[in-house]
């Protein structure tokens, strides 16, 4: 991670961050991702926090939003304190909901470098695990934050104009196109490779996601079809950005199956 990432000349400094996952390392220590206010995605070791009688293991869980403070080390930023702001205990009572934030937590760490602040993509992370924790449509949570997710990081989809000639979108079924960005036109299909179909009701729920406010997408009712047609758009899309599939949603798939 480089110095400037980080408060100058401050041997110890304090961040608020969520945990987004931890990895042992050695005989008690462990390895932490955190997405941090003040300065974005770092890496830190956490020493000792495997023991049983550690102070700070309860605090650095994953989903944990945390007041964290850090010191130098040789090589990378070491835990001293952390003081628990808010557990999203739903989260971890639940296993639907909480792989659900699994998958929000990944794709945010897919996206994301050590590359210093972002204040929005945190304050988006935190309002969307929060909004998990409360009753409602978490499916609606997590397409509300895909939406604005791609928004920040300039991937925002083209869905009223044909994104290959520009047209305006008809009222009628359509296709989806990963590589150019977003809905093509039936005119443009033939010339256009990879696309998949996208019926008029998912566009209109993809719509109303990329410029509503979570208040406004939260009236969205959209049928099991049609739900299940976003979800396979979203993962098509987001599996060309980051020229990889995700983890999470074949499992999530099988544990909402389970749970039906």
Request: aromatic share 8%; net charge positive; glycine share 6%.
């Amino acid at each position: 991670m480089e110095d400037s990432l980080i408060p100058r000349r401050q041997r110890s400094f304090r961040v608020e961050a969520i945990v987004l996952r931890h990895t042992n390392w050695g005989e008690a220590d462990r390895l932490l991702t955190l997405f941090s206010l003040e300065i974005g995605k770092i890496r830190v070791v956490a020493k000792g926090v495997r023991k049983p009688r550690s102070r700070k293991a309860g605090h650095l869980e994953p989903y944990t939003r945390s007041t964290i403070q850090l010191a130098r080390g040789r090589e990378i930023l070491i835990v001293t304190q952390a003081e628990m702001l808010d557990a999203y205990t739903p989260l971890h009572d639940d296993l639907v909901l909480m792989t659900y934030a699994a998958y929000v937590v990944e794709l945010l760490d897919r996206f994301t470098y050590e590359e210093g602040e972002n204040r929005a993509l945190y304050r988006l992370l935190s309002e969307t695990l929060s909004r998990l924790c409360q009753p409602g449509n978490p499916e609606i949570v997590v397409r509300h934050y895909e939406m604005r997710l791609l928004d920040l990081l300039g991937f925002r989809p083209r869905l009223f104009v044909c994104a290959s000639c520009g047209a305006e979108i008809q009222p009628q079924d359509q296709f989806f196109s990963a590589e150019a960005g977003g809905v093509i036109c039936p005119k443009c299909r033939p010339k256009s490779a990879g696309v998949r179909p996208i019926s008029m009701d998912a566009l209109r729920y993809m719509r109303h996601f990329q410029r509503s406010s979570y208040a406004e997408a939260q009236r969205a009712v959209p049928a099991p079809l049609v739900s299940h047609e976003l979800e396979g758009l979203m993962q098509y899309y987001l599996t060309y950005l980051l020229e990889r599939g995700l983890n999470t949603p074949a499992f999530l798939r099988r544990v909402r199956n389970r749970e039906s």
